[in-house]
């Protein structure tokens, strides 16, 4: 079965930085695209940004939102992907979702199959 | 950049009801469509990619359908399980970025 399990998240004080880690298993994590959502109290669902695989390049891609300041990158070789967050704000406060998805020609994944459970960044003084 | 609206926000129904949920773009985009559902506390479940494909292990009663701006998910008849909030998702092909819709919550009269 998939699993991802998201770690890392807590309570950060504004302006200072986070990385996120989400570790897959029960699939090949070198040939699976992923991806990072969040979702802000009470709130819907927000895509962060997604990483292609190393034979599409490895390139990522982020939402307008945390462009500059997040970075999404992976290690294959122990099936984790990271979320780096710099310069967090208040409005950075939500559960982070990793996902896994089926890619199209570009190598990103045009959906979430299976997401981990998630974990909650708070950021606040 | 595409916008995604839901109608209704909410839509208060009873079981063995059917459910039609819409999600209106906000203008032609080549990409792809998702639909979630996300119950209380836990992650979004995929229940239909590609517009009107049922992910795996989804009930045939949830179906989508829909082209160009207007897409719908159904559901034909309500299982006490299946109230929740449900989120549509477009993927645009290129440049590459994921919107969602604002969300239907779908609860129990």
């Known amino acids: 079965d998939v699993q991802l399990v998201e770690s890392g998240g807590g309570l950060v004080q504004p302006g200072r930085s986070l990385r996120l880690s989400c570790a897959g298993s029960g699939f090949n994590f070198g040939t699976t695209s992923m991806s990072w959502f969040r979702q802000a109290p009470g709130k819907g669902l927000e895509w962060v940004a997604f990483?292609?695989?190393?034979?599409?390049?490895?390139?990522?891609a982020y939402a307008a939102s945390v462009r500059g300041t997040f970075t999404i990158s992976r290690d294959d070789e122990n099936s984790v992907a990271y979320l780096q967050m710099n310069s967090l704000q208040p409005d950075d406060t939500a559960i982070y979702y990793c996902?896994?998805?089926?890619?199209?020609?570009?190598?990103?994944?045009?959906?979430?199959?299976?997401w981990g459970q998630g974990t909650l960044v708070t950021v606040s003084s | 950049e595409i916008d995604l609206t839901q109608s209704p926000a909410t839509l208060s129904l009873s079981p063995g009801d059917r459910a039609t949920l819409s999600c209106r773009a906000s203008h032609i985009v080549d990409g792809y469509l998702a639909w979630y559902q996300q119950k209380p506390s836990q992650a979004p479940r995929l229940l239909i990619f590609e517009t009107s494909n049922r992910a795996a292990g989804i009930p045939a009663r949830f179906s989508g359908s829909g082209s160009g701006t207007d897409f719908s998910l159904i559901i034909s008849s309500l299982e006490p399980e299946d109230f929740a909030v449900y989120y549509c998702q477009f993927r645009s092909r290129w440049p590459p970025a994921i919107t969602f819709g604002q969300g239907t919550r779908l609860d129990i009269k």
């Open positions: 990483i292609r695989t190393r034979a599409y390049g490895g390139n990522a």
């Open positions: 996902s896994t998805g089926q890619y199209d020609e570009t190598g990103y994944p045009t959906r979430g199959d299976h």
